[in-house]
């Protein structure tokens, strides 16, 4: 699986921003995807997580409620809608896929990576 994210920019404090991962490959609905993010100083953690189907999402406490993780199996893209957003938002921020059979709040199940997209929130 190959993964190329894209949508990342400079946004103000409270603004939205909606980051795209398109999948190249077969069997996108096979995996797990997730958005995780690293910040300058500060180790990568996992922001939101959507199963094969859809059907299950998880979300890191300190997002939950203003960001929203989807999917669109037909297009293979998963989104990332980011609301209100806040300067402690900033940072890289990735998709990533793994295997049905893992944990997708776990970062180590995670086996694929885009190569990242820049969010930068000016308070």
């Known amino acids: 699986v190959q993964l190329q994210a894209s949508g990342g920019g400079l946004v103000e404090a409270g603004g939205s921003l909606i980051l795209s991962c398109a999948a190249s490959g077969r069997s996108f609905s096979r995996y797990h995807m997730g958005w995780l993010r690293q910040a300058p100083g500060k180790e990568r953690e996992i922001v939101a997580a959507i199963s094969g189907s859809g059907g299950s999402l998880d979300y890191a406490a300190s997002v939950k409620g203003r960001f929203t993780i989807s999917r669109d199996n037909a297009k293979n893209t998963v989104y990332l809608q980011m609301n209100s957003l806040k300067p402690e938002d900033t940072a890289v921020y990735f998709c990533?896929?793994?295997?049905?059979?893992?944990?997708?709040?776990?970062?180590?199940?995670?086996?694929?990576w885009g190569q990242g997209t820049q969010v930068t929130v000016s308070s």
């Open positions: 990533a896929a793994a295997n049905l059979y893992r944990s997708k709040m776990d970062i180590r199940s995670y086996e694929y």
